[in-house]
């Protein structure tokens, strides 16, 4: 028998996390965190439902934390196994977990001073670099395409989600004496926009389908009119005489928009002469994806021989890397005509809310957001509106002027969902939607019924389902 028990990602974006029984054999997909997870207040007293000692082997689609980001808590608490994922996704979880950890040491550091004052007990981290490292060492890397053996009786298979460099949809086998079972994961689908990522690869087999559903309810604008939409807004913040700020998610959004703003200076539509990656993971994961050129989509309309070429840098000229925070400081003197780009993708963390604290009561400056903004964060206070917020501990009014582009987002709108989970023949498999918040969930559950009769089941945090 074939157990899988929803423990993350239910009715949410972020900490997706599913645990999979066969036999005797206990294997994980995904070991992600919720969304500021990390940070001191937030740490659950118990981290992990399961006994991770007793998991055999990790199955991950991508790199993004809301999928991985718990792996090195799992490695400190005993686990052991192997962990597979594509090749680029390796090099990812190298930046983006020490990244995790560095923060989450600041966070700790910062929360035991206070904790001493009041004569507390100090607190540890969920997890140090040791662990990081841990992990790293346990990944074992599986191409697209190579149907590879978990351990006896499972097997797994990475198709290219198209949605940041090495994301995997993943197909699991499961073989026990009685029977034999297929489970498929989208992982987080793309959205065909950008000549950086190949289109998601269609599946057409499964017993059980698991859905993500971030944007179950809507259709983006296309990649074109969301293209021309940004040109606009560049041209408005310069003529009047401000800056822009984009929130960008370190991986795959940061690269999408250099590459936009390469397009736009080779056509000679850029005002703007300077150009801010004000992040030092972003910087290391813009070098990654330069390592992974062949995986882009040279069938994409888009597509351009020169950004293989001489990298970031050659494709855009204007742009500078603000690596220490000295360089990340100094541009807050500048009032006019620069383009900054700094995480996080959210507003939850990192050089954008000190960029924000800056230039938000400017009404010259402008903001402009480029993917999902979770329930609860800064960015989405900014996006539904909030004329007022409050971070970092002070009270900003919001003048600047808020722009919201759907068009070059991460993930695959309702129809793309639709028409993806459409090409599974034979029969329909079993379906689950996970990874969405229950309002997209329940608008597309209600599509899938509409226009194939399929029911879109709503999984609970904590349910357990036999394949
Ligand atoms: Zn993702
Ligand atoms: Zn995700």
């Keep these: 028998m074939t157990t899988l ?12 996390c599913y645990l999979i029984e066969s036999g005797k054999h206990r294997i994980l997909l995904e070991c992600g965190m919720y969304q500021g997870e990390l940070r001191p207040e937030k740490i659950p007293d118990k981290l992990f439902r399961f006994d991770p000692q007793k998991i055999d082997a990790v199955v991950l689609s991508h790199a993004h934390l809301d999928h991985s980001g718990l792996l090195p808590a799992l490695t400190r608490q005993g686990f052991k196994g192997p962990i597979f994922a594509t090749t680029p996704t390796r090099d990812l979880l190298v930046v983006m977990l020490k990244d995790a950890a560095f923060l989450q040491h600041k966070d700790v550091e910062w929360e035991n001073k206070k904790r001493l004052r009041s004569g507390k007990e100090p607190m540890l981290p969920l997890y140090d670099m040791n662990d990081v490292e841990q992990v790293l060492a346990l990944v074992e890397t599986i191409d697209y395409g190579q149907r590879t ?12 989600a198209g949605h940041i460099i090495g994301s995997a949809i993943v197909e699991l086998w499961f073989k026990d004496k009685a029977h034999s079972k297929k489970l498929v994961f989208s992982g987080d689908l793309g959205n065909s926009s950008s000549p950086l990522l190949r289109d998601p690869e269609i599946v057409q087999f499964a017993d059980l389908l698991l859905l993500e559903s971030t944007y179950g309810d809507r259709d983006h604008r296309p990649a074109d009119e969301t293209r021309d939409e940004l040109r606009q807004a560049l041209t408005q913040a310069f003529e009047d005489g401000g800056n822009v700020y984009i929130p960008a998610f370190a991986v795959g959004r940061t690269q999408d928009i250099i590459f936009r703003l390469g397009q736009f200076y080779h056509k000679r539509e850029l005002k703007q002469q300077k150009v801010f990656l004000d992040s030092p993971m972003a910087t290391s994961v813009s070098e990654i994806y330069t390592h992974y050129t062949g995986l882009y989509n040279k069938e994409h309309p888009e ?24 360089e990340s400081m100094a541009l807050n003197t500048i009032v006019s005509g620069a383009i900054i780009i700094a995480g996080s993708g959210m507003c939850t963390g990192g050089r954008i809310k000190h960029h924000l604290k800056h230039g938000l009561w400017r009404s010259k400056n402008h903001i402009i957001f480029v993917g999902f903004q979770a329930r609860g964060t800064l960015g989405r206070a900014l996006v539904d509106g909030a004329k007022q917020v409050r971070f970092m ?4 009014s919001v003048n600047a002027q808020i722009h919201t582009l759907g068009g070059f987002s991460a993930h695959a709108g309702q129809t793309q969902l639709l028409e993806w989970a459409g090409k599974f ?8 939607l996970v990874h969405g918040e229950l309002e997209k969930m329940l608008a597309l559950q209600k599509q899938f019924h509409a226009r194939y009769g399929w029911y879109a089941n709503i999984p609970d945090l904590g349910e357990t389902i036999t394949l």
């Design 303 to 326: 597509f351009n021989e020169a950004i293989f070429e001489g990298g970031w840098k050659d494709w855009l000229p204007i742009l500078s890397y603000s690596r220490t925070t000295e």
């Design 425 to 432: 023949q034979e029969r329909q498999p079993v379906l689950y």
């Design 149 to 160: 053996a978990v351990i006896e009786g499972i097997e797994v298979c990475f198709r290219d």
């Design 5 to 16: 028990t929803f423990l993350g990602a239910t009715q949410q974006v972020t900490g997706s």
């Design 393 to 396: 501990g002070e009270e900003f």
